[in-house]
């Protein structure tokens, strides 16, 4: 079988950016079963509820769930359980200063394999209140509408 080239996205969530600033992005590895990979590659999961800790100095992916593997037996995984993420110390460290200084957190936007190996798009994220959801709503609309009307002038309607 010929290794696989690119990136295949599994899952995205895509209520993170309505409900979050997004402020950095990383890439980090997850640390897997064998079940759970050959679940991803049938496109079993979700990044609904999903977010990730610092616990003793390590990031953990909380709250993902992978569906079970059809064809596993009795060594097959939990669906919801922690995962490790793979990032370089350096890295952990500056994510560590960040969430420790302000109201950040940490929010995966999409799982994804690249090149044969599964990756997190992960973000460094601040929560939006209710009035700031509102106006990025409307900015959108707006921008929507003036697209509407230069294509229809480019038309000659």
């Known amino acids: 079988m010929a290794k ?66 059809g064809n596993g037996s009795w060594t097959n995984h939990a669906p919801r359980r922690n995962r490790k993420l793979l990032l370089h110390r350096r890295e952990i460290d500056n994510l560590i200063g960040k969430i420790r200084d302000g109201n950040l957190t940490l929010v995966p936007l999409s799982m994804y394999f690249n090149d044969g190996r599964v990756k997190v798009e992960l973000a460094l994220a601040r929560g939006k209140q209710a009035h700031d959801k509102r106006h990025d709503l409307a900015l959108r609309t707006a921008r929507r509408e003036v697209e509407r009307e230069v294509g229809r002038r480019v038309k000659g309607m």
């Open 4 to 69: 696989e080239k690119g990136r295949t996205v599994i899952a995205t969530n895509r209520k993170a950016r309505h409900n979050y600033t997004i402020l950095d992005t990383y890439e980090a590895g997850v640390a897997l079963l064998g079940t759970e990979v050959k679940s991803l590659r049938e496109g079993k999961a979700s990044l609904v509820d999903a977010f990730a800790t610092v616990d003793d100095g390590e990031i953990w992916l909380r709250a993902v769930h992978i569906a079970e593997y």
